[in-house]
């Protein structure tokens, strides 16, 4: 289960998900419209070491500023589509699906920054034990997925996660702080934070602004 597997999945099951995950294994499709899933453990392994989350100076005005609501698993499936409807996606309809009833069973989560009753962009991942997998993060106006992931990893630090897994490494993941580790080292870091507890909801509504700021490093 190191490579891609391009044949259909007509048995995966959200239990089938939950025991990959815990495997360090998880499944993509080639597109939106594609019916197959393949399976993925990649031999480095994009991570956001929570103690190294950069906030730029212009995000940190933007999150002082206000002017913005910040609300957990309120809009699931909203973010989900958000995520889905982006250019180059790998959420099919059976991904969405098997995710939907991952957060209605409360294992999958998502976190909205909302503009009034506009939904300006957020991210959605699954949480076991002290493991959160970060899956994906739309904006739908400026700064919403960077205001979605501050606020994520404020709550993954105040929740007691120890790993934040992005499964791959961007440019744009690297400007902010995430990093790329060997696979072996992955899994390492995989099988202790699944013998530790957290707690996605430990914190309770919307966090103030120097509380989002303050572990974090700042940048110009």
Same mark, same amino acid.
């Given at each position: 289960?190191?490579?891609? &597997?391009?044949?259909p999945q007509p048995d995966l099951t959200p239990e089938l998900l939950l025991q990959a995950y815990c495997a360090g294994v998880f499944p993509m499709a080639e597109s939106r419209d594609? /019916?197959?899933?393949?399976?993925l453990d990649p031999r480095r392994r994009g991570i956001f070491p929570l103690d190294q989350f950069r906030i730029s100076r212009s995000l940190a005005r933007r999150?002082?500023?206000? #002017?913005?609501?910040?609300?957990?698993?309120?809009?699931?499936? /909203?973010?989900?589509?958000?995520c889905a409807a982006r250019?180059?996606?790998?959420?099919?309809?059976?991904?969405?699906?098997?995710?939907?009833?991952?957060?209605?069973?409360?294992?999958?989560?998502? @976190?909205?920054v909302w503009e009034g009753e506009t @939904?300006? #962009?957020?991210?959605?991942? @699954?949480?076991?034990?002290? /493991?959160?997998?970060?899956?994906?993060?739309?904006?739908?106006?400026?700064?919403?997925?960077?205001?979605?992931?501050?606020?994520l990893v404020h709550r993954l630090r105040a929740g007691g996660?120890?790993?934040? &897994?992005?499964?791959?490494?961007?440019?744009?993941? /690297?400007?902010?702080g995430a990093i790329e580790i060997p696979r072996a080292r992955y899994h390492a870091m995989l099988r202790s934070a699944l013998q530790q507890t957290a707690d996605f909801n430990r914190v309770s509504g919307q966090?103030?602004?120097?509380?989002?700021?303050?572990?974090?490093?700042?940048?110009?």
């Open positions: 289960m190191h490579g891609p &597997d391009p044949s594609s /019916a197959e899933l393949f399976w999150i002082r500023r206000g #002017g913005f609501r910040v609300s957990t698993d309120t809009a699931f499936r /909203a973010v989900m589509e958000g250019e180059e996606t790998w959420i099919n309809d059976r991904i969405l699906d098997l995710f939907c009833e991952l957060h209605a069973r409360g294992n999958a989560h998502s @976190l909205e @939904l300006a #962009g957020g991210v959605y991942g @699954l949480a076991i034990q002290a /493991a959160f997998f970060g899956e994906s993060m739309f904006s739908a106006r400026r700064d919403g997925s960077k205001l979605a992931l501050a606020y996660f120890t790993l934040f &897994d992005t499964q791959f490494l961007t440019p744009h993941l /690297a400007s902010l966090p103030d602004a120097q509380s989002v700021l303050q572990p974090s490093t700042q940048t110009s």
